[in-house]
């Protein structure tokens, strides 16, 4: 049975701003459980990511959570037939979503591709220059996940994918 995302009980915050109990989540991949649970909150405080989490606030449950650091790729990297016009310099600015889960209560519900389409309107909002959204799949499942959204597969890294974010690369 599939479930309608209910706009008006849902929210995200950051980590720091979640007042729900973490070990109440439980996505069907251990690690990032574990992530979410022990790590994710150390990231923030070092600034190496930022980690923002979806909850219902009715029913007072976390959805899920992704994460959102800076990053730069190679251009060399860039299938050339994804590349419009010339990009002159040897790196491009990138964002990394470096963990995404949902709730295992949540599958199959497009909370995953809203958790997306909120790091894309965050990366927007921010002003910064980002040409690419990068996301490392952990499995095929999770490539096929992406590759709907419209994610391309790097050629040397078949796990790695990216979304175009700029008019020089072809989505």
């Given at each position: 049975?599939?479930?309608?995302?209910e706009?008006e009980?849902i929210?995200?915050?950051?980590l720091?701003q979640?007042k729900?109990?973490?070990?109440?989540?439980?996505?069907?991949s251990?690690?990032?459980?574990?992530?979410f649970?022990?790590?994710?909150?150390?990231?923030?405080?070092k600034?190496?990511?930022?980690?923002?989490?979806?909850i219902?606030?009715?029913q007072?449950?976390?959805?899920?959570?992704?994460?959102?650091?800076?990053?730069?790729i190679?251009?060399?990297?860039?299938?050339?037939?994804?590349?419009k016009?010339?990009?002159r310099y040897?790196?491009i600015?990138?964002a990394?979503?470096g963990?995404?889960a949902?709730?295992?209560?949540?599958?199959?519900?497009d909370y995953?591709?809203?958790?997306i389409?909120d790091?894309?309107?965050?990366?927007?909002?921010?002003?910064l220059?980002?040409?690419?959204?990068?996301v490392?799949?952990?499995?095929?499942?999770?490539?096929?996940f992406?590759h709907?959204?419209g994610?391309?597969t790097?050629?040397e890294?078949?796990?790695?994918l990216?979304?175009?974010?700029?008019?020089?690369?072809?989505?």
């Amino acid at each position: 049975m599939r479930v309608q995302i209910e706009l008006e009980h849902i929210d995200i915050v950051t980590l720091s701003q979640l007042k729900l109990d973490r070990k109440s989540f439980c996505s069907l991949s251990p690690e990032l459980n574990r992530y979410f649970y022990t790590q994710a909150s150390q990231d923030e405080r070092k600034e190496l990511s930022k980690c923002f989490v979806l909850i219902h606030q009715k029913q007072a449950k976390i959805i899920g959570y992704y994460t959102l650091s800076a990053t730069a790729i190679n251009v060399s990297d860039i299938p050339k037939t994804q590349i419009k016009q010339e990009i002159r310099y040897p790196n491009i600015p990138a964002a990394l979503i470096g963990r995404l889960a949902v709730d295992e209560q949540f599958v199959g519900c497009d909370y995953g591709k809203f958790l997306i389409a909120d790091a894309i309107s965050k990366i927007k909002e921010s002003k910064l220059a980002v040409a690419v959204l990068l996301v490392q799949a952990k499995d095929e499942q999770a490539t096929a996940f992406y590759h709907k959204l419209g994610f391309i597969t790097f050629l040397e890294r078949k796990n790695m994918l990216f979304l175009p974010l700029t008019k020089l690369i072809k989505k």
